[in-house]
C-alpha cells in the first residue's frame, strides 16, 4: 500500500509508526516530512498549502491513500484536489475544515445544530470575550459522513497539559504531554458526550450538506452542568495522537483507508486495555523561542520514542524546534505508564532540556480519592 503522509511532526511520526506497523507492507512518503520521517520512506518536497502542488504529486505517483497531519492543507482545498483525483484521502475537504479554520463558522455551526456550548459573540477585544471554567478534555471521533449515510467511531478521550511547567505554571505551549483515557470518565460520561456533542455534529453535517471523511477531535470543557464542546479541530490533536497511536489495537492503514473510501463501519475500535502516555521533551527558551542545534544524548529507553522537532547530522540527532522528541509508552494503569516514563527520562537528554514529569498526577490523584468527573478539578 503506497501511502502520503501529509506533514513533518511528531503527530506525523506517530501516525507513521503506526501505519508502518500494518499486517500488509506499506511505501510511506511524507512531505515535507523531516529526517525521522525519512527513516521509514520517502519524501516529497510539497507545499502543503498548495492543492495544485500535492494534486501534482498524487497524479504522477498514484499513491493508494493519502493521510493529512496538520488543517492547513485541509483549509486549503488539499482534500478536494486529491479526491478530484479519485484518490482517497483521509481528510475532510475545504468545506468542512472551516470548522477549524473559522471560529465563527465552528460557533454558528454549535448554535443551529443545539450543541451545548458557550453562549458567544464575535468580538475583536479580546477582554470583552466569556469563559467555561471546569475540566478540558481531548475526543477523537473518526467521521465518515456524505448525503446518503453518515458513521462514526469513538476514539479514547485524552487529556492534554498546556502549560510549560508542573503544576500548570508557566506559559501555554502546544502541549507537554497528554494522556489517556481518563481513569475517572465512566462509560456513562462517554455516553453522554456521545448523546450531547458527537451524534448533534455528525447530524448537523450531514443536514448542512458536509461531507466528512477523516476524523474531528472535539475540545471539551465538563463544566458544573455537563460537558460543553470549546472547538473543532478537523485533525488529530498533537501530542493526543501519540497517546491514541499506543492504544489503537487496530491495522491503521485499513482504518483510515475504510474512512477515506466512505467504507466506515460503526463500531467500537478494537483498543489496548491500557493507559497510555506520551511526555514532551522541549527545547531550551520554548516557547518563547527554541535552542536549535543542541546535541541530543538519545540512548535505548524502553517506550516508543517519537520526533517532532530533530535533524540529523554526521549521525547525530540535534534539536530542530521547540517540542524536540516525545516518549511514549502504555501500561496497565496510569501510575504504571509514568512510572515507565520517568524510568526512561534519563535516557534521553540534552543541555537545556525541559521536561513536565506531572503529566497525568492530578487525573490519578483525582481518580485515587474517588472523585468523578462532576467534582471540582
Known amino acids: 500500500m503506497k501511502i502520503l503522509l501529509l506533514g513533518s511532526g511528531g503527530r506525523e511520526h506517530a501516525l507513521a509508526l503506526k501505519l508502518k506497523a500494518s499486517a500488509r507492507p506499506v511505501d510511506l512518503v511524507s512531505a515535507p516530512g523531516s529526517d525521522a520521517l525519512g527513516e521509514l520512506g520517502g519524501r516529497a518536497a510539497l507545499d502543503l498549502e498548495d492543492p495544485a502542488s500535492v494534486a501534482a504529486w498524487c497524479a504522477a505517483n498514484r499513491p493508494d491513500l493519502v493521510v493529512a497531519g496538520p488543517e492547513v492543507p485541509l483549509v486549503a482545498g488539499v482534500g478536494d484536489a486529491v479526491r478530484a483525483l ?119 453535517l450531514q443536514r448542512d450538506g458536509l461531507e466528512a471523511r477523516g476524523v474531528l477531535f472535539l475540545g471539551v470543557m465538563w463544566t458544573a452542568s455537563g460537558p460543553e464542546l470549546l472547538e473543532y479541530n478537523v485533525r488529530f490533536g498533537d501530542p493526543e495522537t501519540q ?37 514532551v521533551l522541549a527545547a531550551e527558551d520554548y516557547p518563547e523561542g527554541a535552542k536549535k542545534g543542541v546535541p541530543i544524548a538519545l540512548r535505548s529507553p524502553a517506550v516508543t520514542v517519537i520526533h517532532a522537532g530533530t535533524r540529523k547530522q554526521d549521525g547525530q540527532w540535534l534539536t530542530n524546534g521547540g517540542r524536540v522528541l516525545n516518549l511514549a509508552t502504555s501500561a496497565p494503569d496510569l501510575a504504571a505508564a509514568r512510572a515507565a516514563i520517568e524510568a526512561a527520562l534519563p535516557q534521553v537528554d540534552w543541555p537545556g532540556r525541559q521536561v513536565r514529569r506531572d503529566i497525568g498526577l492530578k487525573a490519578l490523584r483525582h481518580a485515587q480519592a474517588g472523585r468523578t468527573v462532576q467534582d471540582p478539578w
Open 243 to 279: 497517546v491514541l497511536m499506543q492504544l489503537l489495537d487496530e491495522d491503521l492503514a485499513d482504518l483510515l483507508l475504510e474512512v477515506a473510501e466512505g467504507r466506515l463501519v460503526p463500531r467500537d475500535l478494537k483498543l489496548k486495555p491500557h493507559t497510555a502516555i506520551a511526555v
Open 86 to 204: 479519485d484518490i482517497p484521502c483521509f481528510g475532510h475537504d475545504a468545506a468542512t475544515a472551516r470548522l477549524e479554520g473559522s471560529k465563527a463558522f465552528a460557533k454558528a455551526f454549535m448554535e443551529r445544530h443545539a450543541i451545548p456550548c458557550a453562549a458567544s459573540h464575535t468580538i475583536t477585544d479580546l477582554a470583552a470575550g466569556e469563559a467555561l471554567v471546569g475540566m478540558e478534555l481531548s475526543l477523537h471521533v473518526l467521521v465518515d459522513v456524505d448525503a446518503e449515510h453518515a458513521a462514526y467511531a469513538l476514539l479514547p478521550a485524552c487529556q492534554d497539559h498546556k502549560r510549560i511547567f508542573d503544576g500548570d505554571q508557566g506559559p501555554n505551549t502546544g502541549g507537554m504531554g497528554a494522556f489517556g483515557p481518563l481513569p475517572f470518565l465512566r462509560a456513562g460520561d462517554i455516553e453522554l458526550m456521545r448523546t450531547t456533542l458527537v451524534e448533534p455534529t455528525v447530524r448537523g
